[in-house]
């Protein structure tokens, strides 16, 4: 028997049924960026809140420690792991609140923006992505500098010396009652190093 037998034949081709219409997928509720904010605000918070007491103690030490690990074990040796955990609060309901609100915003501003400068195109363009980058980041700005000057004013409390606030509140009510809102939309420029 020959290789070439009338046995074999091509493969048979198929045609796509161009009359049926793929279903478009529903766009997720506009909520759903705001709960995804929070596990992320929670996850962020909780991992990397003692790297950031590290760098701004560190930034505001004025020659305190020789550097992140000298800083690291005085800070374990002489406050315990509570030290690296000061000023947690804020950002714990910061990042969460941050969070929700930039990805939420996000998510209102691209559906915004692909319904009112791109209806007709299936994909909304990078420059319509960048619209609502800049609307969420804005939009989040507000909320981010009062918590961010509440946690940097916590994590700089090394002992009874420096010690200004009990917590977080104590803190927003000090800070408002010395200098009024103003202060929290402050710039620490100690920490923009």
């Given at each position: ?5 009338s ?61 992140p ?14 030290g ?110």
């Amino acid at each position: 028997m020959s290789a070439t037998t009338s046995d074999q034949t091509a493969p048979a081709t198929t045609q796509l049924d161009t009359s049926t219409k793929i279903p478009q997928k529903e766009p997720p509720p506009r909520y759903a960026g705001f709960i995804a904010g929070v596990f992320s605000g929670v996850a962020k918070n909780a991992v990397g809140h003692p790297f950031d007491s590290v760098k701004v103690r560190l930034q505001t030490s004025e020659g305190r420690f020789k550097g992140p690990l000298d800083c690291t074990i005085k800070t374990l040796k002489n406050e315990g792991i509570k030290g690296l955990y000061k000023g947690f609060t804020p950002p714990l309901v910061g990042w969460v609140l941050m969070d929700s609100v930039m990805l939420g915003s996000l998510h209102v501003y691209r559906r915004f923006v692909k319904e009112n400068m791109y209806p007709d195109h299936e994909r909304m363009p990078l420059f319509g992505y960048c619209l609502a980058g800049l609307g969420s980041g804005l939009t989040v700005s507000f909320v981010a500098a009062p918590i961010e000057t509440l946690k940097a004013r916590l994590q700089v409390q090394y002992d009874a010396s420096t010690r200004h606030f009990t917590g977080p509140i104590d803190c927003l009510v000090k800070l408002v009652k010395h200098d009024g809102l103003k202060t929290i939309y402050k710039v620490n420029h100690e920490l923009v190093h």
